[in-house]
């Protein structure tokens, strides 16, 4: 096979070609807009070259900038014109590409010269499976769960930014094991009471009603919760009142951002189901993965046939270790790759852990293996 190489210097508003000859040799190099027009000016110009080079296949390639490059892929694997021929799209790690750049001493930093080293890089091979969208249920999919990883991540930081001015406000509350810092009966604590103060001189039968209250019977003894949080509360730094006001403030901001996050998952989970439905899965059947985790796991992965083993599913999550060893040194510990797919390592090791709390064979495998060692 003697493919035409075209690499793609992908930006937000132009994008760059460079189309290589399979010898290595420049044919052409232009730049066009990121837009409808742009994608059919360089469909068109691929097809002169394909047809004045005689050629039947044509590799292009670009690397993975955010969602810039997204709908250029859309538009290439669409085009009717290039479907005369056999074409193959890659999405390039930005880190792969960069490696292979080193190679060439001195070259500049440029997004024609980029184009370039990607238009080689497809011609040395050695790269990645070509992108995946041979069905579009998977794309769509795609879209909302990681929607929902993004709107997770800035629950995830806002949570510790809610917990950052717990201490600063309930130093012994927000050190406390037992008192889950972002629960719904600590935040109606923060909101309820203007000072640690006020909190820890509340009425004890007031204090284990409001808490039996807000824990809508979760707390087996709201008595000793009451005595525990009071007591915390009297541990705690006192703040001056100028202060404590701002931290009360930044308090109610963060709270609301939690809440306000917390209904976006709500109506993304609520998409996902119903996306979840038109596509054939048995995930569901493993106790612990629900549909938010198997449509993640499930559409990032796609159709698993095009995966040749078990072991090129975990490379493509960045599921694999380094190996270190010379001689007869091998070491004992070594770093995860983690430049895989980031999506769908996050859902499948979240998937993993809810299985190992809710399935009792697997808790009691974890703990095991667990116990074999004294650091990790």
Known sequence: ???????????????????????????????????????????????????????????????ATSIYGNSLVYALREDGSLGRFQRKIHVLNPKQVKKFKEVYQDLPKNDWVDAFVIADHLRFGRITKEVYMDDYRYQALRTLTRARFDVIQNLTREKQRFANYLFLKCSVMAQDKDIKNTSATTIALMEHFETVDDLANADLDQLTAFITEIGRGRFTDPDATAKAVQAAARGSYRLPKTVNDTVNQAMSVSIAAMRAL???????????????????????????????????????????????????????????????????????????????????????????????????????????????????
């Not at 469909?43 to 047809?51: D, F, G, H, T, Y």
């Not at 980031?342 to 979240?350: C, I, N, S, V």
């Open 1 to 63: 096979m003697n493919p035409l190489f075209v690499g793609i210097d992908v930006s937000s508003k132009n994008n760059v070609a460079y189309l290589m000859k399979p010898d290595g040799t420049k044919h052409s190099s232009f730049s066009m807009q990121n837009n409808l027009g742009g994608a059919k000016l360089l469909s068109e110009r691929i097809v002169s070259a394909l047809s004045s080079l005689q050629l039947c296949d044509v590799v292009i390639g670009l690397e």
């Open 262 to 376: 917390k209904e976006q998952v709500k109506v993304l989970d609520k998409a996902i189901e119903q996306q979840f439905e038109i596509v054939p899965n048995t995930l569901t059947s493993i106790p612990g993965i629900g549909k938010a985790y198997s449509a993640g796991i499930i559409a990032e992965i796609g159709n698993i046939q095009r995966f040749d083993s078990q072991a090129s599913v975990a490379k493509f999550a960045g599921l694999v270790w380094h190996k270190n060893q010379s001689g007869n040194f091998e070491a004992e510990h070594s770093q995860m790759i983690k430049s895989g797919n980031r999506y769908l390592r996050y859902y499948l090791m979240e998937a993993a852990n809810s299985v190992r709390r809710c399935d009792s064979e697997f808790r009691r495998y974890y703990d095991l293996k667990f116990k074999e060692v004294n650091k990790y």
